[in-house]
């Protein structure tokens, strides 16, 4: 798990609501994930995943970084369902073990993973004291992550106990029976045995005791991940016990359990008595119920008198793709159903072709060669008012007027070319008429290398580089670009970068003081240019370690704050270049960093009311003339 670094205090009976300006926040028993600053990539989209051990991607969303506090939030009023901008439209059903990322275009991403850490049961009150009992792993054998008793977290959420003690929420940190520094109560978090935490509220007053027992679904366990040298927290997960899980607001996909079973795609050539009936295999959803097989029935047409239909069917295996229906009767009209079967549900109808009297049309594009002649192409295209098949081997298409035994159902507009192929395509209509028959062969576009990049620069700082480079070309076809990183003798580290989609990368998790080279070359689908001159460059070395938290303009004001580790510093603020390199200073933007309340080290704060720039500044960075260097940081209004 990696975050940047975030401001926020250690935990403590009197600990302030904390912020997060960058940080992912899951709440398991709502199925909720709050994503939380990350306004470095406003008005980027972020792609969420929930990804379970063993089996994969379980549920997913993507999302615009709003740049203010609250990036954005899945399966919560205000925010995305869960499914928004993918294909797997389902409400995951979020346990332990469970990792949640956020990933950018860039190839950056953070995760963390969901913490077993839960309350099991109701509070308990006697009397002005109550207890809250709850699990969590300590087996380092189990498939679970380990939780750090010193990472844990007990409150009860009431709003009722406002007037009374002055606070919505009471805490309970480890350690022994503590009072709360504001007063109204004391708490303890103490361990009975392996795995079981207890949280201990001794209220000064009866009134305050039965006003929290009243609380309802307020017992919650709140757990992080990492805890820096700073006592920063990252990576939160806070169960909620009671809570209902599923879709948080209306219009979002059910969760597993209530998915019905899945709907395809199906086409009938009917002749006769006999109708071949081909469908495209389906497949439920991550966790809920499997597809078992299929239901193929023909329904006769409504009786005139009584209304009464008849159908004629069978159900097949999950492998099934097809099936012949005989017997019928060749005077009638018959409408054809194709369901799945997943647990005791059957989907509603698969969607079918239209039916046609005349012969149905057929335009392939581009026409096709000779085996000895073949025409270069990605993919051919097919348009038609019929149900197109295809065979891809050689073989015939069709078959005593049906679609052959090897023929394929299109189900999309086009045929992808990835080898010498020679294809036969056809289209049926529902009663039997049949196309010309299309021939061709075909084979991949010579693959045409894009350019070379150039331009490729870049800023240090003690563990990172931020690279740019030069945008393809005008008429150039290029879908990324691969950055390769070597040490400073030219020799390929170990870890290289992801394919990013646009001309910049970071290239982080590099030692200080050290020297690197960069290049990068232009892909596209079919070929990959050779790699650009490289950039050398030495990592700043060693020095103090400073942080940008939050930045804010507007006219009249202007607020920046951060964090240091060595008190006594000061910091400058300056602008960023187009090119990503440091500009000039922003005048009156000195500050001193000063010692910060335990565990953390140092803060400092710059708030400029005269001097303030006419516009906002966009991305900034901070320098201590003690030698740290901050990343770039893009400023928000307001």
């Not at 699990?135 to 750090?148: G, R």
């Not at 209220?203 to 027992?213: H, I, P, Q, R, S």
Request: with cysteine; aromatic share 6%.
């Amino acid at each position: 798990m990696a975050f940047t670094p975030i401001l926020m205090l250690a935990g403590s009976a009197s600990a302030a609501v904390p912020t997060f300006p960058n940080n992912i926040a899951v709440f398991p028993d709502r199925d909720f994930v709050s994503i939380e600053g990350y306004s470095e990539h406003a008005g980027e989209t972020a792609t969420i995943k929930v990804t379970r051990p063993g089996v994969g991607v379980v549920g997913s969303a993507t999302g615009v970084v709003s740049g203010t506090d609250v990036a954005f939030e899945v399966n919560h009023p205000g925010g995305v369902c869960w499914g928004n901008g993918t294909n797997l439209n389902v409400t995951p059903d979020i346990i332990a073990g469970d990792k949640v990322s956020i990933t950018f275009a860039d190839g950056s991403s953070d995760d963390t993973t969901t913490s077993s850490a839960a309350v099991t049961h109701d509070m308990v009150q006697s009397g002005t004291t109550i207890t809250v009992d709850g699990t969590f792993n300590e087996d380092p054998t189990s498939a679970l992550p380990v939780v750090n008793r010193n990472f844990l977290e007990q409150r009860i959420i009431q709003p009722d106990l406002v007037p009374i003690i002055g606070k919505r929420d009471i805490r309970a940190v480890p350690g022994p029976l503590t009072a709360a520094p504001r007063g109204g109560y004391s708490s303890s978090l103490e361990f009975p045995s392996l795995g079981h935490f207890k949280a201990t509220y001794v209220f000064d007053t009866l009134e305050a005791a039965n006003v929290a027992a009243a609380a309802d679904l307020g017992e919650r366990a709140m757990n992080w991940e990492v805890q820096d040298a700073d006592g920063n927290r990252q990576g939160l997960t806070i169960a909620e016990f009671g809570e209902a899980g599923g879709p948080g607001m209306g219009g979002c996909p059910a969760g597993p359990a209530d998915q019905t079973a899945p709907a395809g795609s199906a086409s009938v050539v009917r002749t006769g008595a006999t109708a071949l009936v081909k469908w495209t295999p389906v497949t439920a959803v991550p966790t809920a119920d499997p597809v078992t097989g299929y239901s193929v029935e023909a329904v006769t047409a409504p009786d005139p008198t009584t209304g009464a239909q008849s159908t004629a069917g069978v159900r097949l295996g999950v492998s099934a793709t097809q099936t012949t229906l005989t017997g019928l009767d060749a005077t009638q009209t018959y409408s054809f159903e194709v369901r799945s079967m997943a647990g005791a549900k059957l989907s509603i109808p698969f969607k079918m072709g239209a039916v046609d009297t005349v012969a149905p049309t057929l335009s392939v594009t581009p026409a096709g060669g000779t085996t000895t002649t073949p025409v270069q192409a990605g993919s051919v295209s097919v348009v038609s008012n019929g149900q197109v098949f295809f065979t891809n081997d050689g073989t015939p298409v069709v078959s005593g007027n049906l679609p052959s035994d090897s023929a394929q159902l299109l189900t999309g507009t086009s045929i992808p070319v990835t080898a010498l192929v020679t294809l036969h395509i056809v289209a049926f209509d529902q009663v039997g008429n049949i196309s010309s028959v299309f021939e061709g062969t075909f084979t991949p576009v010579t693959a045409v290398a894009p350019p070379v990049p150039t331009g490729l620069t870049g800023t240090p700082t003690q563990g990172s580089v931020a690279l740019t480079w030069n945008a393809a070309p005008a008429g150039a076809t290029v879908t990324g670009w691969q950055v390769t990183a070597y040490n400073g003798a030219g020799t390929k580290l170990a870890t290289q970068p992801p394919v990013t989609t646009v001309p910049r990368q970071t290239i982080a998790g590099l030692t200080a003081g050290t020297p690197y080279r960069f290049t990068v070359k232009a892909l596209n689908a079919g070929a990959a240019s050779a790699e650009s001159a490289a950039f050398a460059v030495s990592t700043q070395v060693a020095t103090d370690r400073i942080t940008i938290s939050s930045a804010k303009w507007k006219a009249g004001d202007f607020k920046i704050v951060g964090t240091g580790d060595q008190v006594g510093a000061t910091v400058k603020l300056y602008r960023v270049n187009a090119d990503g390199s440091i500009g000039a200073e922003i005048v009156g933007s000195s500050a001193a960093v000063v010692a910060a309340a335990p565990p953390g080290i140092g803060d400092w704060t710059v708030r400029m009311r005269t001097n303030v720039p006419t516009t906002n500044p966009g991305r900034i960075i901070a320098k201590s003339d003690r030698g740290g260097t901050t990343a770039p940081f893009t400023v928000s209004n307001g």
